[in-house]
């Protein structure tokens, strides 16, 4: 029986596509059958941060709607053995989710995969709430900012009330913590929000701290998931995330300020 | 430490202290709504009305907040009359 885990913030723009890409992609790596499912009818785009793009053919909705199945909808990986993705429809019809109709898809994806990944549209509409309704684990995406600190709360009190877990009495939603874009420096400097400010205010499970990186942004432009450079600090943020998500003990890293040295500064090093 | 120091001091303000402040309050505050049953809203406005036909107040002058503490609710409704009544 697979796990199905949404990556989900409320508020746009923190990073949920950059996670999901990087969380699937580090649970298919250390060999769990993975698929990652976007959410956000009308606006997809992790085909473009998985570097599929030019091969989707069919798309989520065309699968609830009986248009095509799901073997020719899911794209493989080319990378990453034991990785597939399910991109979203591009169509404007903010109805298109059914939640029998994600039901009816995610049962029959629940057969064959470890972990079902669900990226979770920004906001708290219809493609919002699909994406979570199902979940068994939240992954909360927050920057260290008020609006998203605020937005992430309340997508807590959503997973907490309006979930299947949370309707039918069951076990409640396990809920994770992903800071990204931190920045300890300005952290330092009293600008930032700290690591303890935001499980301060949430008072949630901390899964991890993905420091602000230019390899982000370069991941993106190539249809990269980050996880997959080993020398970025947030490849490896990512990487430990996954160690945790496993139920092994990581320590924290990247949380203080790196002083780069003269020599380091000099040669440009990141 | 020279006198400037102390303005510079100053005007460095700690403006992640004053974000974790003003997050703790509007978080705490959306979270007791959160857990208030719908109706309260709706309740709140006829208990209004109901006054407002022997009593000129106002929708702010009423409170109306329910409290679970285990097995026990309590509903507490606070009204603030005019003070020439």
Known sequence: ?270 | MSIFDYFIKKDKKNTASVAKERLQIIVAHERSKRQQPDYLPKMQKEILAVIQKYVEIDLDDVNVTLDNNNDCSVLELNITLPENT
């Open chain 1, 1 to 270: 029986m697979a796990k199905i885990i949404v990556v989900t913030s409320g508020k746009g723009g923190v990073g949920k596509t950059t996670t999901s890409a990087a969380i699937g992609t580090g649970l298919a790596l250390r060999g769990h059958k993975t698929i990652i499912i976007d959410f956000d009818v009308g606006l997809r785009n992790l085909d473009l941060i998985m570097g599929c793009e030019r091969r989707v053919v069919y798309d989520f909705v065309n699968v609830i709607n009986g248009e095509s199945n799901l073997k020719q909808t899911m794209i493989k990986d080319k990378r990453v053995e034991n990785l597939f993705i399910l991109p979203a429809s591009q169509t404007r019809d903010k109805d298109a989710l059914s939640q029998e109709g994600v039901k009816r898809v995610l049962d029959e994806l629940a057969d064959d995969f470890e972990y079902i990944i669900c990226d979770s549209p920004a906001g708290i509409e219809k493609g919002a709430l699909m994406a979570l309704y199902f979940a068994d684990e939240a992954i909360v995406v927050t920057n260290p900012e008020v609006s998203s600190v605020r937005d992430s709360d309340r997508i807590l009190g959503i997973l907490q009330s309006k979930s299947r877990r949370a309707e039918e009495g069951l076990e409640p939603v396990k809920e994770h913590l992903v800071i990204t874009r931190y920045n300890p420096a300005r952290v330092n400097a009293g600008e930032m929000l700290s690591v303890a400010d935001v499980e301060d205010i949430l008072a949630i499970k901390l899964l991890g701290v993905i420091p602000e990186s230019e390899a982000v942004l370069k991941a993106s432009n190539q249809g990269e998931p980050v996880i997959l450079n080993n020398e970025s600090e947030a490849g490896q943020a990512y990487s430990d995330a996954i160690s945790r998500l496993l139920g092994e003990e990581r320590d924290h890293r990247f949380l203080e300020e790196q002083k780069k040295g003269f020599l380091k500064r000099l040669l440009g090093a990141k």
